[in-house]
């Protein structure tokens, strides 16, 4: 059995039995939110050196980490090609496909997930986010999408006018999150493809959970109906979407953090939520325990 990790930026995520924690706290205001290419790459190179040979689930913390997803991803460049591919599924309330000009950022990962030769698709499960709705289309990488390697799976969003301009495939919506899950799992039946499956909280209803980002309409079940049903496909996971208080020393990444309105933390509920958030994490994974 393989032993999970724990990316340490933030102090968020509790202590788990038999896990290996790797501290990263060094590393929390280079690369939360955003950085710069160089930094990234800067961090991928420590990342490689210090994560074990092989390991099950990643928690990587605060959802502001959730571009630390595509540098997991690439590790399996090792084991899979063009001509073998994977599946990237994500649970996630925003797209994580926007344009970012400065680097890369926790909402602009996806677009570079979708354009690796061994990732045949990318799917977005439980966007509730007005990051896809007509105002905001171009704020979204438009490549990963008209070439049909992305799909949003979204809720409560108006995404008709995507038909107008040929993207029907790619901008899929539901009445319901049971409608959503029960159509996605049922196309998923007769894949035989990997899956790497990456789960940012924030997809959760706040009846569920309270994360950092403004948040979606699944329920708990829908994530572990979805693990049951794809578990013998699963190659590796990571869980993000952890509750964390963050004041950026950097002037840029306070205005943009400002820009994307992320809700205030009550520093009296940070400790009881963060437990709830403890006992989430436990039963997703004691879900995708192999």
Not at 38 to 51: E, G, H, I
Not at 83 to 96: A, G, K, L, R, S
Request: hydrophobic share 35%; glycine share 4%; proline share 3%.
């Amino acid at each position: 059995m393989t032993s999970l990790v724990i990316l340490n930026f933030d102090q968020s995520v509790g202590e788990i039995d038999n896990a290996k924690t790797i501290d990263f706290t060094q590393w929390q205001d280079v690369i939360r939110f955003g950085c710069s290419t160089k930094k990234f790459q800067n961090f991928k190179k420590v990342l490689q050196q210090s994560l074990p040979e092989s390991y099950g689930t990643v928690l990587m913390g605060s959802g502001d980490y959730h571009h630390i997803s595509l540098l997991l991803i690439e590790q399996l460049a090792k084991q899979y090609t063009e001509e073998n591919p994977i599946e990237v599924v994500i649970f996630d309330n925003h797209p994580d496909n926007m344009r970012y000009l400065f680097g890369i950022h926790c909402g602009s990962w996806v677009s570079y997930v979708a354009s690796l030769p061994f990732v045949s698709h990318v799917h977005v499960l439980g966007i509730t986010s007005h990051d896809i709705g007509l105002w905001h289309f171009w704020e979204n990488r438009w490549s990963p999408l008209f070439h049909k390697k992305l799909t949003y799976w979204s809720i409560d969003v108006n995404v008709s006018w995507a038909k107008k301009i040929g993207l029907s495939h790619a901008f899929r919506y539901f009445d319901s999150p049971d409608d959503l899950i029960t159509q996605f799992l049922s196309e998923q039946y007769r894949n035989t493809k990997p899956i790497y499956l990456s789960i940012d909280k924030d997809a959760l209803s706040e009846e569920v959970i309270h994360t950092n980002w403004d948040q979606g309409k699944l329920q708990t079940y829908h994530l572990l109906d979805t693990i049951t049903s794809i578990k013998p496909r699963i190659i590796g996971s990571d869980i993000t979407g952890e509750l964390s208080i963050w004041q950026p020393k950097n002037w840029f990444k306070r205005l943009l953090s400002s820009l994307d309105k992320q809700p205030e933390i009550s520093l009296e509920k940070l400790n009881d939520w963060q437990q709830e958030q403890h006992q989430l994490n436990l039963t997703l994974l004691k879900a995708l325990k192999t």
